[in-house]
């Protein structure tokens, strides 16, 4: 039995572009030019994170709350209907599931998003500990969110823990977290970047984690 902390964004979801998109449009709306190729390349990290990259620090300290409440409400009034799952992730959690695992998620999302984001995958009932943006004081890339991740699981030993994310920020976090770290592509994110930031192992998506899982990190595990 091993614990499986997975980021949702990017990994269980076809979700990056939309995430980006309304960052965009809310950077927008307060006057800030902002294209959404430049958002999507911080998109992994929480609000918290990203928006100092793109806000003036006064502007920040005055408004990155109005901002932040104004992006989070659009993008559940116009993106969230059309966030849908990557080919083959209930069924891979199902095997996991079969195979003993244990299941987290580590999401810098709110906590009503996170479990909105389980309804759409279609893994409530498949997932034994879920944290949000609530657990952490900080987001990716720091390692607050799989530290309460890993407190959620009981402190797991060496070894018995192992993150799955797409970005750059997930395998910083996770390394911080002395966690070892595998990552899929379906984020956007390119390989190259994902090996820098820590990752040890490298799938296209989760269906190409389930097509492989016999001979997978998943189950032979990582150091």
């Known amino acids: 039995m091993r614990n499986l902390i997975f980021d949702i964004d990017g990994t269980l979801l076809d979700s990056v572009d939309l995430h980006a998109a309304a960052w965009s449009e809310a950077f927008r ?27 003036p620090e006064e502007r920040l300290e005055r408004e990155g709350e109005t901002i932040e409440k104004f992006r989070s409400a ?14 083959g992730v209930r069924d891979l959690f199902e095997r996991l599931k079969a ?17 909105r984001y389980q309804e759409i995958a279609g893994i409530r009932d498949l997932v034994d500990v879920a944290t949000n943006s609530d657990e952490a004081e900080r987001s990716k890339p720091h390692p607050d969110i799989f530290e309460a991740a890993l407190a959620r699981l ?3 030993t060496r070894g018995q823990a ?10 910083e976090a996770a390394v911080k977290a002395g ?17 820098e ?19 997978s990190a998943l189950r032979r595990g990582l150091p």
């Open 29 to 55: 709306a307060f006057g800030l030019d902002v294209p959404q190729d430049e958002v999507r390349s911080q998109i992994g990290k929480g609000g918290d994170q990203l928006m100092p990259v793109f806000v």
């Open 74 to 87: 659009l993008f559940k009034d116009k993106y969230l209907a059309k966030v849908k799952p990557f080919p």
């Open 99 to 115: 195979e003993g695992h244990v299941l987290a998620l580590a999401s810098s999302g709110k906590a009503e998003e996170v479990e």
């Open 154 to 156: 009981g402190h797991p």
């Open 162 to 171: 192992l993150v799955i994310g797409d970005s750059p920020y997930d395998a």
């Open 179 to 195: 966690l070892p770290v595998i990552g899929v592509l379906c984020g956007g994110f390119p390989e190259a970047r994902l090996s």
């Open 197 to 215: 930031a820590g990752c040890l192992a490298i799938y296209r998506d989760p269906q190409d984690l389930l097509d492989g899982y016999a001979s």
